[in-house]
């Protein structure tokens, strides 16, 4: 299989095309197309230490949640430029999935907390200009908010924060990956008992309290980490391309 083969096939199984209000540019953002694909390495950010690490491992393709190239062009210059510099030096495509790998409904950041909470059964919740990116739905049976931590692989010491002012036992949960902590409204209108997300707002604070409600969140960078280990999966699993995953944390 050859990258450019890989990588049509990524965009097919995320449906880029449904997502054309995301900021991110998702896709190949720099591409070697024509290199055989032995090797893929996955990733939550694209960076020097991802980028290096990938190319020292040979890979030939780096697939991540957040890519280089976000918004308006950006002069490719300074660190910009070492990144990009680095990918071509070593050959190295750079695949981005930004709302497409938070909202899939089988290999999302969203759906992957879900199975990973045990959920056979969720539906589309939270919605983002028109669209709904993120799951809501009951756990498999009542559990306490550390016991869900536990589940999602969240820590104090890799920037989880608990605000917790509504039930003990949680049955109900919207899950929403990354900077979604604004969102805690719409998990409060669904009548939800936890919301659970990467990070929030200080004003959020006030609004959870006031309104008797659990929020979860488990740091923008270890609530994301699920769509791109599922991929990895994938990858591996179904085309049988040996694919590893590098563990870059932000502690946030």
Request: no cysteine; proline share 5%.
């Amino acid at each position: 299989m050859f990258v450019k083969e890989y990588t049509a096939e990524l965009s097919k199984r995320l449906m880029l095309d449904s997502f054309p209000f995301d900021i991110s540019l998702n896709g190949v953002q720099i591409g070697a197309p024509d290199r055989e694909l032995r090797k893929a390495a996955f990733a939550v950010d694209a960076s020097f230490d991802t980028i290096d690490k990938a190319v020292e491992a040979g890979a030939d393709v780096l697939v991540v949640h957040h890519g280089l190239f976000w918004g308006s062009p950006i002069p490719i210059a300074d660190a910009h430029y070492r990144r990009v510099k680095r990918a071509i030096d070593g050959g190295l495509t750079l695949y981005a999935a930004h709302l497409p790998l938070d909202a899939h409904p089988m290999y999302g950041n969203n759906a992957q907390m879900a199975l990973s909470l045990g959920m056979t059964e969720f539906d589309p919740f939270g919605t983002y200009k028109g669209t709904k990116i993120g799951f809501s739905g009951h756990l498999p049976f009542p559990m306490t908010i550390p016991e869900i931590a536990r589940l999602l692989g969240f820590s104090n010491g890799d920037g989880m924060q608990v605000l917790k002012f509504g039930p003990d036992m949680i049955d109900t949960v919207g899950i929403i990956s990354g900077g979604a902590g604004d969102d805690v409204d719409q998990a409060i209108e669904a009548g939800l008992d936890l919301f659970i997300t990467g990070t929030v707002p200080h004003e959020v604070f006030h609004t959870v309290k006031e309104n008797g409600m659990n929020l979860l969140a488990g740091g923008h960078y270890r609530s994301e980490v699920f769509g791109v280990k599922a991929l990895m999966r994938m990858t591996e699993n179904e085309m049988g391309i040996e694919s590893f995953f590098i563990d870059a944390e932000t502690g946030l």
